[in-house]
């Protein structure tokens, strides 16, 4: 997640930017796209005003036209809920859906570059709170209406969705988007209602190898678990969190989930395997280690019901048709 500005030890002089903010700006107009041409103003329901994960007030005139993503998540609720034709530049980690690949870039989501981001126009900017402060404070300067979000739970992330779809004017989508993955995650419930919290399985979730840090209560990774009919080992502690070895081995979980890292789908379990005192676990002995796509269940967007249906088929593949991947 870290990227290179052009500049890392900050902003460029100040006249410069001031030529390049009078070139540029923020929310200039443009001519319009073709996939815009024709298309019938949508001005009802505007101006729209939210308040963000900040605590701050944005509002935003007209239906938004140019929409800068500035986080890997924004993107994809950008794109579910519809407004993907009016992203005009990502981040760099930005990877789906394939369509952003030919979008212009800002710079990674710990160092964006606000000279990248001006140059874009926009005339909405979405963020997450992670982004850098004096990038959502310097373009807010700039005139630009920045809206950040901080999902933490699956709650969190149906109300995100709900929040950005309507101030991209795409609120009915962004309603039958949440609708969807309510309807999926009450499918796989239906599908273990008749097991009892006693009998389900316990997994520990490595957020990383060593040292361990992991999910507890109050996480969408914890909320992922649960949904998926496990019961988090961490679930006692709070957050994002360490984990030491001793305590996982006390805890030694009937499962441990990993995830793909950077598009290699070993490299987290090649890490624990390392690791005599992690072989000595039960789940690894009986080779109950489930590896998910790591965008999924670390991005806190509309794909963490694909990591919830994947966690609950190699869980309970008996009653689930398609197969996950579990490695043995």
Same mark, same amino acid.
């Given at each position: 997640?870290?990227?290179?500005?052009?500049?890392?030890?900050?902003?460029?002089?100040?006249?410069?930017?001031?030529?390049?903010?009078?070139?540029?700006?923020?929310?200039?107009?443009?001519?319009?796209?073709?996939?815009?041409?024709?298309?019938?103003?949508?001005?009802?329901?505007?101006?729209?005003?939210?308040?963000?994960?900040?605590?701050?007030?944005?509002?935003?005139?007209?239906?938004?036209?140019?929409?800068?993503?500035?986080?890997?998540?924004?993107?994809?609720?950008?794109?579910?809920?519809?407004?993907?034709?009016?992203?005009?530049?990502?981040?760099?980690?930005?990877?789906?859906?394939?369509?952003?690949?030919?979008?212009? &870039?800002?710079? !990674? $989501?710990? %160092?964006?570059?606000? /000279?990248?981001?001006? #140059? *874009?126009? =926009? +005339?909405?900017?979405?963020? @997450?709170?992670?982004?850098?402060?004096?990038?959502?404070?310097?373009?807010?300067?700039?005139?630009?209406?920045?809206?950040?979000?901080?999902?933490?739970?699956?709650?969190?992330?149906?109300?995100?969705?709900?929040?950005?779809?309507?101030?991209?004017?795409?609120?009915?989508?962004?309603?039958?988007?949440?609708?969807?993955?309510?309807?999926?995650?009450?499918?796989?419930?239906?599908?273990?209602?008749?097991?009892?919290?006693?009998?389900?399985?316990?997994?520990?979730?490595?957020?990383?190898?060593?040292?361990?840090?992991?999910?507890?209560?109050?996480?969408?990774?914890?909320?992922?678990?649960?949904?998926?009919?496990?019961?988090?080992?961490?679930? &006692?502690?709070? !957050? $994002?969190? %360490?984990?030491?070895? /001793?305590?996982?081995? #006390? *805890?030694? =979980? +009937?499962?441990?989930?990993? @995830?793909?890292?950077?598009?290699?789908?070993?490299?987290?379990?090649?890490?624990?395997?390392?690791?005599?005192?992690?072989?000595?676990?039960?789940?690894?002995?009986?080779?109950?280690?489930?590896?998910?796509?790591?965008?999924?269940?670390?991005?806190?967007?509309?794909?963490?019901?694909?990591?919830?249906?994947?966690?609950?088929?190699?869980?309970?593949?008996?009653?689930?048709?398609?197969?996950?991947?579990?490695?043995?």
């Amino acid at each position: 997640m870290i990227g290179a500005s052009a500049n890392p030890r900050g902003l460029r002089p100040l006249w410069l930017l001031g030529l390049l903010i009078f070139a540029v700006g923020c929310g200039g107009h443009s001519a319009p796209r073709s996939q815009d041409r024709g298309r019938a103003p949508a001005g009802s329901g505007f101006p729209v005003t939210l308040t963000d994960a900040q605590g701050i007030a944005v509002t935003v005139p007209r239906r938004p036209e140019r929409i800068l993503s500035s986080s890997p998540v924004v993107t994809e609720i950008l794109f579910a809920v519809g407004a993907g034709d009016r992203v005009v530049a990502v981040s760099d980690q930005c990877n789906y859906p394939p369509e952003v690949k030919k979008l212009p &870039r800002i710079g !990674g $989501f710990f %160092s964006p570059s606000i /000279e990248r981001a001006l #140059a *874009a126009k =926009p +005339d909405l900017v979405v963020a @997450s709170r992670g982004n850098p402060p004096d990038f959502l404070a310097s373009m807010r300067a700039y005139g630009c209406p920045v809206f950040a979000i901080d999902p933490k739970t699956l709650d969190d992330i149906y109300d995100v969705i709900l929040q950005v779809s309507r101030l991209v004017g795409e609120e009915e989508n962004g309603k039958r988007l949440v609708e969807n993955m309510k309807a999926r995650l009450a499918a796989v419930a239906a599908k273990l209602s008749d097991v009892p919290e006693s009998r389900r399985p316990t997994a520990f979730i490595f957020l990383q190898v060593d040292p361990i840090w992991t999910a507890g209560a109050g996480t969408f990774q914890d909320d992922v678990i649960r949904a998926a009919g496990a019961r988090n080992a961490a679930g &006692r502690l709070h !957050g $994002f969190t %360490s984990f030491g070895g /001793e305590s996982l081995m #006390a *805890a030694d =979980p +009937d499962y441990l989930i990993l @995830s793909t890292m950077e598009g290699d789908p070993d490299r987290m379990k090649r890490e624990v395997l390392a690791n005599p005192v992690y072989r000595e676990l039960s789940a690894v002995k009986a080779g109950r280690i489930i590896v998910l796509d790591g965008d999924e269940i670390m991005r806190a967007g509309p794909r963490v019901v694909d990591a919830v249906e994947q966690l609950a088929r190699a869980l309970y593949p008996d009653r689930f048709t398609q197969s996950a991947h579990t490695s043995q």
